[in-house]
């Protein structure tokens, strides 16, 4: 997305607004820079999902992140049951432990990593 795009749906941190787009850019402890744009936003439950900061470009983007979070919300659920099984526990143990469906939060976490300007000053990059 362009720039005035991203814009649109930036993130406060400072305002306590951890949803939406953002930049990192920092120092690590070798003194290289770590660098990278990411979109975030809470998928799951869809009652405390925010979509004014969803994206409208690509169109179908809403429709398929939800689909995408339906199948990833019964993958946990299975994922949780054999773990549950696994460790000798009732099979639905483990979801019932993070709060079963009201409970669990999904989020979704999208990162771009931009052509970097100075990668003689970046991590990774040689």
């Not at 439950?45 to 429709?63: H, Q, V």
């Not at 199948?71 to 460790?87: D, E, H, N, W, Y």
């Amino acid at each position: 997305l362009a720039v005035e795009e991203k814009e649109k749906y930036a993130n406060d941190q400072a305002a306590g607004k951890i949803q939406g787009y953002g930049s990192k850019l920092a120092n690590n402890a070798c003194g290289q820079l770590e660098w990278e744009d990411y979109f975030f936003h809470l998928v799951y439950p869809e009652d405390k999902r925010d979509l004014s900061i969803w994206p409208k470009t690509p169109t179908d983007y809403i429709e398929a992140t939800s689909e995408y979070t339906k199948c990833l919300r019964l993958l946990s659920t299975k994922v949780f049951k054999a773990l549950s099984i696994g460790l000798g526990l009732e099979p639905d143990r483990l979801e019932k432990e993070v709060g079963g469906l009201q409970e669990l939060l999904l989020q979704m976490k999208i990162n771009y990593y931009p052509k970097c300007p100075q990668p003689e000053l970046a991590l990774g990059v040689e």
